[in-house]
């Protein structure tokens, strides 16, 4: 199969290079309105986002409420920056990762609590390991003291 052959673009200037995309840096932070959104309440410039509240710039995530910056995230709370995450609360910079409570920078985990630069754990504490049991107990407990 025969493509045709693109036509050469026209040459781009440092300058007019740089002017142009200030103008749609600028642009896009002007914008306000949330794109292809469903039921989403009090969002500014969410995507393909559902029935999210008081969230800024999500992108394809659902039932997050008073997050900024996620992505592919799904029932999520007071949470920043986190990308396929489920489940998390007042979490930051978190990736691939379900039911964090208070953790930043956790790549693949499952069920921490105050952790910080952990990849691939569950069920700790403060970057500390406890059986099952034991984290549900201690994290009912912290979770009742800190409100």
Known sequence: ??????KPAPRLEPREFARLF???VKEHGNRR???RCV???????????TFCKASRELAR?????????????????GSRTLV?????????RCSRSAYLERCADCDDCRYCFGCV???????????RPYGRSEYFKMTVELKQSLR
Not at 39 to 49: N, Y
Not at 64 to 76: A, F, K, Q, T
Request: proline letters at 2%.
């Open 33 to 35: 309105e949330n794109e």
């Open 117 to 127: 630069g952990l990849s691939g754990r569950e069920f700790h504490i403060l970057n």
């Open 1 to 6: 199969m025969n493509l045709p052959e693109a």
């Open 84 to 92: 396929g995450c489920t489940h998390c609360a007042e979490s930051d």
């Open 61 to 77: 995530c659902n039932y997050c409420v008073d997050c900024e910056g996620c992505i592919d995230s799904n029932h999520c709370f």
């Open 22 to 24: 200030a103008e749609l």
């Open 39 to 49: 039921q989403c309440v009090d969002c500014l410039r969410c995507v393909d986002s």
